[in-house]
């Protein structure tokens, strides 16, 4: 996020209008804080709270999973979750309240495939955010892949989705076609299309003028990076290029 997002509001009302197990969470931050753009406290709708709390919430309970936060899933995490030195304190307490509380993060999974339903591509967002902070460290740890999948189960992805998501991450026995969805007899023509559809599908600038979070434009950019080398490899294999 980009400094003065995170501002020091009423923090007990926004954990009224966001509800449920991460309207609780907000509420109980120390000192209150909701998301505050060009002046309006949930800018175009309170999904973007929604959105980012459940990532920050999902990113401890996957911390707690694992059992050891090292320093450069620390990194990791600010790099998704982009925050200014006054805003950090607050994304910290948030982070803290969420490991330790007695919810599940089946609550808060449940919670964002609630409140994203019919809008599978926000929750792949979140996905991703988890993925980029569980590799930071050169590994998926096994506790890591448990949890990253049951996310994925408990947000309606199957096992091939999961594997396609993956793939943008981990080595999938190295398969470029993976990180595309596609077969690999798909022909030159199938290829060119999915890869165009897949690039508008997920450019940035459609994240930013559907009005989401900055966190959602980050990870939107390093899958749209991942999906262009996927598919520059494969023309070079082919000789497309």
Excluded: C
């Excluded at 999904?47 to 980012?52: A, G, H, L, Y």
């Excluded at 948030?94 to 409140?115: P, W």
């Excluded at 591509?121 to 980029?132: A, K, N, R, S």
């Excluded at 994240?207 to 989401?212: D, I």
């Amino acid at each position: 996020m980009s400094i003065g997002l995170w501002g020091k509001l009423g923090g007990a009302g926004l954990g009224l209008a966001v509800g449920g197990p991460l309207g609780g969470l907000v509420g109980g931050v120390a000192g209150h804080f909701l998301v505050d753009r060009e002046g309006a406290p949930f800018g175009a709708t309170p999904r973007d709270v929604v959105f980012t709390t459940g990532l920050v919430a999902l990113a401890a309970k996957m911390a707690k999973s694992d059992g050891v936060v090292t320093p450069s899933e620390v990194e990791a995490f600010a790099q998704v979750v982009q925050v200014g030195e006054r805003e950090r304190p607050g994304v910290q307490r948030l982070f803290d309240l969420a490991k330790g509380t007695s919810n599940g993060f089946e609550a808060y999974a449940r919670q964002l495939a609630t409140t994203f339903h019919g809008e599978p591509g926000l929750l792949e967002d979140v996905l991703d955010g988890l993925f980029h902070i569980a590799k930071a460290d050169g590994a998926i740890h096994e506790a890591e892949e448990r949890y990253l999948r049951a996310v994925a189960e408990t947000f309606g992805f199957d096992e091939p989705a999961f594997r396609r998501i993956a793939a943008r991450h981990v080595r999938l026995s190295d398969d470029p076609y993976a990180v595309l969805g596609l077969d690999h007899d798909v022909d030159d023509a199938g290829l060119k299309a999915a890869h165009r559809a897949l690039v508008i599908a997920n450019h940035p600038d459609r994240a930013m003028a559907r009005g989401l979070p900055p966190e959602a434009v980050t990870i939107a950019t390093r899958r749209l990076a991942a999906i262009n080398a996927a598919y520059d490899r494969i023309s070079s294999e082919r000789g497309l290029r």
